[in-house]
């Protein structure tokens, strides 16, 4: 009887002691929860109740729109874009009112007052380019030929012309033997701008073809024409002029010649000959190998040495400007 009562005690305590009745006011505090209930969704966690959203209207309790919910930072409004505005450029020469059409390129620079090399912002080939570009300063240059002009701009929004004035003329070369034209494929030209007592002073162009123009600042220029690759040479000292193109023929001196080595005059010239052109000083003006290759080469005297079985020939000759004909070494032994 005591076994039982000490068993119907011991199992009253252990129920008493689990049911909500007989917890403590701590444990029944939301701080001590069970840990049961520690391991269901929190109240941020939890799913509430629906929002009302009335007739047109955004949810109540919601921010309005375009406005941050509270305690979100919003950040300011990205800034426009900068408009852009449009620069037409056209450019004259000194002595014309109308606008080049054609030789020319433009470039656009960054406006740097501090200095430093200036980036090129845009570039165009056209005769009257438009550029598109923010509003602010530049530095518009555009270069015709060997001449170049630059000119400080300033842009605001809308659309700007401008015009640059360039100080240049042009030159056209040609060459001539007497009356008679040279082909212009047998010419070429250097142009010099001369320094001191040196009409050679500095280089401005090489290899200008017949005909060709070149653009060039207003000076007096020395010119040297080559017919053809040995020393039929021309010289001039021209003056250039702005806004005109000045034509020169230079007039050459000289005439072509056909070398051949021979058994008798006349006759029918040796293959593989090798031909050396000297001046009476023994300097060597031109070396060619052939049956009868030609030459050009200024008037005067000259001597003619062939080569040919291991046997050289040699002949004297005169070249007269303008008369072209064949030197003929004969083949003949002393």
């Known amino acids: 009887m005591t076994r039982a009562r000490r068993r119907f005690g011991k199992t009253l305590a252990l129920a008493l002691a689990a049911s909500p009745a007989a917890a403590s006011p701590a444990a029944a505090s939301p ?3 069970s840990p049961a209930l520690a391991q269901g969704p929190s109240l941020a966690q939890a799913p509430g109740p629906s929002p009302v959203v009335p007739p047109g209207g955004a949810p109540q309790g919601s921010a309005p729109q375009g406005v941050a919910p509270q305690g979100v930072t919003q950040g300011p ?10 620069l037409s450029l056209r450019a004259v020469l000194t002595s014309e009112a109308k606008p080049l059409r054609g030789g020319l390129t433009w470039r656009i620079y960054e406006d740097r007052p501090e200095g430093g090399k ?7 080939e056209e005769a009257q380019p438009t550029f598109r570009l923010p509003p602010g300063s530049y530095l518009a240059n555009v270069t015709y030929g060997f001449v170049s002009t630059s000119k400080r701009v300033t842009l605001n929004s809308g659309a700007t012309s401008d015009q640059l004035t360039v100080n240049a003329g042009a030159l056209r070369l040609s060459g001539a033997v007497g009356e008679a034209k040279i082909p212009g494929g047998q010419l070429a030209f250097a142009v010099f701008v001369p320094i001191g007592n040196n009409p050679e002073g500095r280089l401005v162009r090489d290899g200008v073809k017949a005909g060709e123009v070149v653009r060039l600042p207003e000076g007096t220029y020395h010119v040297v024409s080559t017919w053809g690759d040995s020393n039929a040479i021309q010289r001039a000292d021209l003056k250039v002029e702005n806004g005109r193109l000045t034509d020169a023929t230079l007039n050459h001196r000289a005439a072509t010649v056909t070398l051949k ?3 008798a005059p006349g006759t029918e010239a040796f293959a593989g000959t090798a031909f050396s052109v000297l001046t009476p000083g023994g300097d060597t003006i031109r070396e060619a190998i052939g049956a009868f290759p030609q030459v050009t080469l200024a008037e005067g005297e000259y001597q003619l040495i062939a080569r040919h079985d291991g046997k050289v020939y040699t002949q004297d000759f005169k070249v007269e400007s303008g008369v072209d004909r064949d030197i003929e070494a004969i083949a003949k032994d002393p």
């Open 31 to 33: 701080a001590a929860a």
């Open 77 to 86: 409004p990205p800034a426009p874009a900068p408009a852009e505005a449009s």
């Open 118 to 124: 200036p980036v090129v912002l845009a570039r165009s």
């Open 261 to 263: 080595l021979v058994a």
